[in-house]
């Protein structure tokens, strides 16, 4: 097993769920036709000035509070300067030297404890202004190049992790707990298919040469397209910059930083065409803004609009309703709107892990099949609850709950019409030991064996005991006849 | 009565007793143009019918009794750098010969909504850089006094139409001097007012921290009634203040107890005596209408120009971007330029180098190269050239870095004289208006032109050029009247009082 350290900071480009763009009210929507979400203002044309969208200022205070940065009192916007035909102002308004925050963290934990617990400090997190969408032929010479500026000018929050993450799977853990945050606090709805968050990693090992400390090159990975993906290209790279190490000895510092591009069918990263030199962006203050001051009232009302992050409810989780940090996990991570539906449900029951069984087998198993979200779920969750609490009452036979389940889900009825429906009733003690009495004197055979040590006999009557009475609960059969047999 | 060589406040009141109607007003500045403008050059185009149209609505609906807009039937000539929906946009470059914007300007828009007439786009150095008009892609403008010398820049069409009596209103930008250096050599009254006080949406940005747009007229009190229609707060520009005021009702108050302010280092080496006689004279003045004269002194007046060539360049490098033959403007011949890439890749690699093959451009970055290689002219790619370096990792510090602190010191002069005067007064220009081509090849002299101007672009102050003499050869002089930031009423108090002891304002060149 070679001996390096995978050293991984990730670079996320998350779109903030804005009506309109970041320095024009044009829409933001995803998947219209070409070019027509536009304005002089997204195109940059010549004459036109941006105007700042307050909104999505807010959604990124949000985030970096949410991410536990600092916020200074000032911000201001910078001119990103290069050519590229989907930047039709030649430049990107971005924010360069005073980022609208700094310095938070993100924590990340495995349920399955394939790594401890850590902070992945997050170094910075700015606004910025996306770029169009640029589909063309890479062929040289006469092939045509179109381009689509709908996106131009989307808010994007640009969030820099350090280099903290030291595995494929840890970069995913930071990448799965960063967007829950975001969608638990509604800033985003990261949507990688549709372009609403996108990663790049940076990657290099620290390897021991003879006692001495070596780092490898940092390579800039990009084009993945998954989460999953993120981690496979990692592994990758790390195994193929230890490759490249014994086979050149190439240092950090050797050669400019390299950008490799994530082949997820051939699951390799292949070397991009770079420039010799390295760019030169040439960044200013956009003369055309005014720099933005942050209240201390502005971040603290901020803070007070986060409600509980992710982190948090999966801890309250365990010590309010008795879950395990795995059974926590799986409800928090399935987002907020399911978790509000357990919690809805534990109102009415009053049984947490109860709750949580049904939640996390039956109603997700449901949803996966049905590929729906909770929101379009036939059981409310009130619903859901009375049927727990019913069960665990005893007032629904635990082994009718499941036939109960489904009819209630099938036939969108109450636990009260489904059990009605199927017949099923309560059945009074007194005439379920008659019962009992009854099968105990017709097979004195049992009730030998039983005396005999071999209790598991009782279990035929049982069957006997339901086809008389359907609503006879095997549990209770059980032990009634248990009981009769020590007193005879 | 020739209406030509009425003010347009004149003007408004004959169009609003019915004595004269906007057509037949516009129709004789159609007709001064059409008898004129081939010895002057002011326009890029003149929009005859356009105005037409518009003069003939006012008139109808003047006749109707409809309400209607402060400037109603008064023409307007507009420098061709604000963009006007159905209506080129040139900025006098090649660049943008066929480019036409979807959009009218706030101030072009605010023009409409008084019912102004839009009479046609001045001539201008190209994307206003310059101080000549001369780096206009597409002619000369001739400076209506002596066909032989220059209207100044880079607002000379504006200039030169007003002194020509093209148009008695006009639109001019100025970034560092380009409405106020037109208007002393032509002989008109030129305001550039505070930054923000106007709105730039719609103004193709040549600096944008320094760029502002401005009115040009005979006189102060048209300077005040165009400067009202057009400044105000404007939700499209986040520069643009939130002050609004009415200029037209107190430009005729005079001031008591002004305070004239004169900087020792405007007196200094590099000024023409002529000038410099021409504005004592008009201190004096002042002095005579009871104004009190305040020595004072701008120390860093003199890195002005140095500065201002640091940071105009630099966001002008970054503005200009824009225009990159994809999105913008000219595009070189695609075909052809691929055909020479092809030729330029076989050659070297029939002579055996692979690698300088390999690094040639790819179709696209030529097509960059060429169509600005090919759009801009000297002048701009100068400037653009400038500010790229001084933008550049490694020098940022130096240069523009510098420049902003600079510019800092500057603005502090400044505040500190405006605690002890109402208005500082000097020479707008070194010297009259010079002949064409004599400073063409010497971009280092053009450039100290703007010595006593840059500083209220660096610094936001409203200032303003008002003729205050002639020189021995019969060219305007102008007196150039800071004040503070946002203290335009004050400045045009104080340029009204000027002009009503004297009467610079009232002479016209023999064309």
């Given amino acids: ?488 | 009565m020739l209406l030509t060589s009425l003010s347009a406040v004149d003007q408004c009141r004959l169009l609003d007793s019915g004595e004269i109607s906007a057509v037949e007003l516009t129709q004789a500045y159609l007709d001064r143009i059409s008898a004129q403008e081939g010895n002057v050059g002011a326009f890029l185009r003149v929009t005859a019918d356009r105005a037409l149209d518009a003069a003939k609505c006012v008139d109808q609906r003047r006749a109707s009794g409809q309400p209607l807009g402060k400037l109603a039937g008064i023409p307007v000539a507009v420098k061709d750098i604000l963009a006007q929906k159905g209506e080129r946009t040139t900025c006098a470059s090649k660049m943008l010969a066929e480019f036409s914007a979807p959009y009218d300007a706030t101030v072009i828009a605010k023009l409409k909504a008084a019912d102004a007439v839009l009479i046609g786009c001045t001539n201008m150095d190209e994307f206003a850089m310059g101080g000549s008009t001369e780096n206009s892609a597409f002619k000369v403008t001739a400076n209506p006094w002596d066909l032989k010398r220059s209207p100044g820049g880079s607002s000379g069409g504006a200039a030169a139409a007003v002194a020509a009596d093209f148009a008695p209103l006009s639109i001019g930008t100025d970034t560092g001097g380009s409405i106020r250096q037109p208007a002393s050599f032509c002989g008109v009254v030129g305001m550039k007012p505070t930054y923000g006080r106007v709105s730039r949406f719609g103004l193709v940005a040549f600096a944008s921290s320094l760029d502002q747009i401005g009115p040009l007229a005979h006189t102060v009190e048209d300077i005040a009634l165009l400067h009202e229609a057009i400044s105000g707060h404007d939700p499209h520009d986040s520069t643009s203040l939130d002050h609004t005021t009415q200029f037209t009702e107190s430009v005729r108050k005079p001031l008591d107890g002004l305070r004239i302010g004169y900087a020792k280092e405007h007196f200094a080496e590099g000024l023409d005596s002529e000038v410099e006689r021409a504005v004592r004279d008009a201190l004096g003045t002042y002095e005579s209408l009871g104004a009190r004269l305040v020595e004072v002194s701008l120390p860093h007046s003199k890195y002005g120009v140095a500065t201002y060539y640091v940071i105009a360049p630099s966001e002008a490098s970054s503005n200009l971007a824009r225009y990159d033959g994809v999105h913008y403007g000219y595009r070189a011949d695609v075909a052809k330029l691929t055909e020479e890439l092809n030729a330029e890749r076989a050659e070297l690699e029939e002579a055996g180098k692979r690698r300088e093959a390999e690094n040639l451009d790819t179709p696209l970055v030529r097509m960059y190269r060429k169509s600005r290689s090919e759009g801009f002219g000297a002048e701009v790619k100068r400037r653009i050239m400038l500010g790229t370096y001084a933008l550049s990792a490694g020098y940022y510090d130096a240069y523009y870095l510098k420049a902003l602190k600079v510019r800092r010191m500057i603005r502090q002069d400044y505040d500190r004289v405006f605690e002890q005067v109402d208005v500082l007064a000097g020479p707008v220009a070194p010297t009259p208006a010079f002949e064409l081509g004599s400073l063409v090849d010497d971009p280092l002299a053009m450039y100290l032109v703007d010595m006593y101007t840059v500083s209220a672009n660096l610094t936001g102050v409203p200032a303003m050029s008002v003729p205050c003499g002639q020189s021995n050869s019969g060219l305007p002089i102008g007196l150039h009247l800071q004040a503070k930031p946002l203290a335009e009423e004050t400045l045009l108090r104080a340029g009204h009082m000027y002009q009503t002891a004297t009467d610079w304002h009232t002479k016209r060149p023999t064309l």
């Fill in chain 1, 1 to 488: 097993m070679p001996d390096y350290t995978t050293i991984v900071g990730l670079e996320v480009h998350v779109q903030l769920a804005t009506k309109s763009k970041l320095f024009c009210r044009c829409s933001t929507q995803f998947g219209a036709e070409p070019n027509t979400q536009t304005c002089p203002v997204c195109i940059g044309m010549p004459g036109s000035l941006p105007v700042m969208n307050r909104e999505a200022l807010d959604l990124a205070l949000k985030t970096a509070v949410a991410l536990n940065c600092t916020i200074p009192p000032l911000t201001k916007w910078d001119r990103k300067q290069y050519y590229y035909p989907d930047l039709p102002k030649g430049y990107q308004i971005s924010q360069y030297d005073m980022p609208m925050s700094e310095h938070g963290h993100l924590e990340i934990s495995d349920s399955k404890d394939r790594f401890e617990s850590k902070k992945i400090r997050i170094l910075r997190a700015h606004l910025e202004e996306d770029a169009g969408k640029s589909i063309h032929d890479e062929v040289a010479g006469r092939a045509d190049s179109v381009i689509d500026l709908n996106r131009t000018g989307t808010p994007l929050l640009e969030i820099v992790s350090e280099p903290d993450m030291r595995s494929g799977l840890e970069a995913r853990a930071y990448l799965d707990e960063l967007k829950l945050l975001l969608t638990y606090i509604g800033v985003s709805d990261c949507n990688m298919q549709e372009g609403s968050l996108r990663v790049d990693a940076n990657v290099n090992l620290h390897l021991d040469s003879g006692g001495e400390m070596i780092a490898t090159p940092i390579v800039e990975i990009k084009n993945m397209n998954s989460f999953r993906a993120v981690e496979r290209a990692i592994e990758y790279e790390a195994g193929r910059q230890y490759d490249v190490w014994q086979e050149t000895g190439a240092k950090l510092g050797d050669s400019p930083k390299q950008t490799r591009g994530w082949d997820d069918a051939a699951g390799v990263t292949r070397g991009q065409r770079s420039k010799e030199e390295s760019s030169d962006y040439r960044y200013f203050p956009d003369p055309d803004l005014v720099p933005v001051v942050f209240t201390k009232e502005e971040v603290a009302a901020a803070t007070a609009s986060l409600g509980e992050k992710p982190a948090d409810l999966r801890g309250k989780l365990q010590s309010e309703h008795g879950l395990s940090a795995y059974d926590a996990e799986v409800l928090v991570n399935q987002g907020r709107d399911l978790l509000a539906y357990y919690l809805a449900a534990v109102d009415v029951a009053g049984d947490g892990k109860a709750v949580c069984n049904w939640v996390s087998q039956d109603v997700l198993r449901v949803l996966k099949e049905r590929e729906e979200p909770i929101e379009s779920f036939p059981i409310a969750a009130s619903s859901l609850g009375k049927f727990v609490s019913k069960l665990k009452s005893g007032d629904l036979p635990s082994s009718r709950g499941r036939d109960v389940f489904d009819v209630m889900l099938d036939k969108k009825l109450s636990v009260d019409e489904a059990m009605h429906q199927l017949g099923i009733e309560e059945v009074d003690d007194s005439e379920l030991e008659t019962l009992c009495q009854q099968l105990l004197d017709a097979n004195p055979k049992i009730v030998d064996d039983v005396r005999g040590g071999k209790q598991q006999a009782v279990g035929a009557l049982i069957g006997q005991a339901k086809k008389r009475n359907p609503n006879a609960d095997p549990g209770r059969v059980r032990q009634l006849c248990l009981d009769l047999i020590a007193k005879m």
